[in-house]
Structures are given as structure tokens and as C-alpha cells.
């Protein structure tokens, strides 16, 4: 590992050395509220990696989930990752072996600091992206586990601690509604799974919406790719 | 609870699958072919959706709707415990919005919504 490219990535990543540890520890604390110790806390941040990926798993092993729910859940969760992967074909490249390790670890804050930041002069890009990556897993690593231990050695009341995970997914949701200037499919995302939920019931709610959702998103295709044209063109004349 | 082998391969399913969501732009678009508009296209419109999807499925156990219905038909009235199904929740996402508009700052939303919520089911509606 080179030092210069550790020490030029370490003030970069601090925002989410904070806000791992937090979501970690919150993670740590949901996870031995439903009986996992550390050890696993430990293994599920080393070998999964996923902040919303992983509080849906506490949800999953919980309720005992299929191994086919598992699957489909874990997917649905994560599939804006795909978006992330494709505005990144061109900074990993050249990266060799690391690359794997890059695209592994490519969560949201990784992803956020990679296509936010420039590595600073006489320090190799490539070297400077792959300790940013290593040093947010670390902390990922670091909270889930101070999480689970603190939550089977204090005696706290975590009733209530996997609100996080809505937090969470709100906080991203309030991100994307800033900085898009559809809100269309938000809406139609809302509207179409509360209707599921009243028809389908708390259970199977999510496929029905999902392929009605994305049909729907199909349908307005002309619509909403035509708004971000004429968008587009509104902002290079202002 | 699930056995020690059936939990880890659950934990490996979710491990399989993650990777396999950040790894199918490089499998399919990295020999430098432009992605197809389409892909884009809902790469670019599905993650908001998906996003609003899950915070209503994170809420699928606030019976609001079941509370609005009770009001409604004859012989219940208006109870604090019955209002507990829901209220805490809506109002935590609420808290949660405000911060994230007012400060931008992820860790403070999200312990400063979620300390909320746990005080309130702890203590408030009980």
C-alpha cells in the first residue's frame, strides 16, 4: 500500500469515517437485537459491504427469508449501484488486479468521494483511489462491530434502533429530490407501492409494484426523456 | 431462527448478489461500447422510484390507514394507543427530513431521527 496516497486520501474520506461509524454502530446494534454477535457483524460488513443492503439483511435473517427473497430483495435494494458502475468504466480502468476490489466496494459515500474528488498532485490516481476504498470499508468494518459489542455489553433499550434504516433511506431520498429535476418517478415509485400495499397487503407488496413501476417508467419514457432534453437546453441558454 | 448454515447462506446470497449489481456495467459495457439509451434511461429514473418504494416499505407496519378506518366505524374513539401504530414513525420522518434540509449532514439525520423515534416508542407512547 503506498503511504502518500494513504495520507492524501485520509482527510478526504473523514465525512465518512463519521457517518460509517454511525450507520455502523446503528447496524451492530440491530444485529445483536435479533441474536448475531460481533463475529458476524464482522463478516457480513467484510464480505457483503452494503449499508441499506445490510439493515434489509438484519430484516432478512430475522424473519427467516427464503433464500430466493434473500436474493430478489437484496437486488432490488441494490440496484442503483448498476448507475454508479457505469459513470466509473473510465476512472478504473489501468487498475489490474485492484480493479476487482473496486468494483466491490463501490458503495454510495466510496462512490460520492471517487467522482468528487481529484487525488492531489505527485500522488498516483489509481493508488489514491484504491486507499480511499480501503479506508471506507475499514470504518464500515470498525462500526458495525463496535455496534454489536456495544450492543450486547451495555445495558441500552435498542426498541426502535432499526428506524435507522428508514432514516437512511429518506436522507438519500431527500439527496435525489435536490438534484433531480423530475420528480416524477419518486412519485410514481410512492404512489404505485402504497397502492400495493392496500391491494397486495405488507407481504408480497414489492414485486407487483416493481414490475408496474418499471412499466410505468417505460410508458413515460417519451415524456421524461423529451422534459430532460428541453431541461438540458434551458440550462446551457442560462 | 435460521441455523448457523442456513444464515450464512443467506449472508452469502446477499454478498453474491451486491457484487453482481456493481459488477454488470464492467461485464457488459466496459470494452468502451456506449450503454444502450435504455439502460440509461432507467438507470437514470429507477433509483428514485426504488428509493420511495423501500421508505414505504420501511413504514408497511404503521397502520395509519387501519387507524383512519377505526375512526370511522361506529363504537371506537379517538385513543392515544391506537394512534402509537403509526404517529411515531410519521413523525420521525418528518424530524429526519427537516435536519437533512437544514444541515445536509447524513450522520446528524440519521441518529438525530432515529434517537427520536427510539424516545418516543420508549417513553412518549408507550
Known amino acids: ?238 | 431462527m435460521l441455523t448457523v448454515p442456513q444464515a450464512i447462506a443467506a449472508i452469502a446470497v446477499m454478498a453474491l448478489v451486491t457484487f453482481f449489481t456493481r459488477a454488470v456495467p464492467f461485464l457488459l459495457f466496459d470494452r468502451g461500447e456506449h450503454p444502450p439509451a435504455l439502460v440509461l434511461y432507467l438507470g437514470r429514473v429507477l433509483p428514485p422510484a426504488i428509493i420511495a418504494m423501500l421508505i414505504v416499505y420501511c413504514l408497511r407496519e404503521a397502520h395509519f390507514l387501519t387507524w383512519l378506518g377505526t375512526l370511522f366505524s361506529a363504537g371506537t374513539g379517538l385513543e392515544l394507543a391506537a394512534v402509537s401504530s403509526w404517529l411515531p414513525a410519521f413523525l420521525s420522518v418528518i424530524v429526519v427530513v427537516v435536519l437533512h434540509l437544514w444541515k445536509h449532514n447524513n450522520l446528524l439525520s440519521i441518529f438525530g431521527g432515529t434517537v427520536f423515534y427510539m424516545v418516543l416508542i420508549q417513553r412518549v407512547f408507550v
Open chain 1, 1 to 238: 500500500m503506498d503511504r502518500k496516497a494513504l495520507a492524501a486520501a485520509f482527510p478526504v474520506t473523514l465525512p465518512v469515517l463519521m457517518g460509517y461509524l454511525a450507520i455502523g454502530i446503528a447496524f451492530g446494534l440491530m444485529l445483536e437485537g435479533i441474536g448475531y454477535n460481533f463475529i458476524w457483524a464482522f463478516f457480513m460488513s467484510l464480505t457483503i459491504y452494503a449499508g441499506s443492503g445490510q439493515y434489509l439483511g438484519v430484516t432478512l435473517l430475522a424473519t427467516a427469508a427464503g433464500l430466493g427473497t434473500v436474493a430478489l430483495m437484496t437486488l432490488l435494494i441494490n440496484l442503483r449501484h448498476v448507475v454508479y458502475g457505469l459513470s466509473m468504466l473510465e476512472k478504473f480502468r489501468g487498475m489490474g488486479k485492484r480493479k476487482l476490489y473496486m468494483i466491490f466496494s463501490l458503495t454510495d459515500e466510496t462512490y460520492a468521494l471517487l467522482s468528487g474528488t481529484k487525488a492531489p498532485a505527485g500522488v498516483d490516481p489509481r493508488n489514491f483511489y484504491f486507499a480511499i476504498a480501503i479506508l471506507d470499508q475499514s470504518y464500515w468494518i470498525a462500526g458495525s462491530v463496535i455496534g454489536a459489542v456495544a450492543g450486547a455489553v451495555l445495558p441500552i433499550d435498542t426498541t426502535g434502533v432499526d428506524f435507522a434504516m428508514t432514516a437512511l433511506f429518506v436522507v438519500i431520498a431527500v439527496e435525489q429530490w435536490e438534484s433531480v429535476k423530475q420528480h416524477l418517478p419518486a412519485l410514481l415509485g410512492f404512489g404505485v407501492t402504497l397502492v400495493s400495499l392496500l391491494i397486495v397487503g405488507a407481504e408480497n407488496m414489492l414485486i407487483p409494484a416493481l414490475f408496474v413501476m418499471v412499466g410505468a417508467l417505460l410508458l413515460l419514457r417519451g415524456r421524461l426523456d423529451q422534459k430532460q432534453e428541453t431541461q438540458e437546453k434551458e440550462d446551457i441558454l442560462c
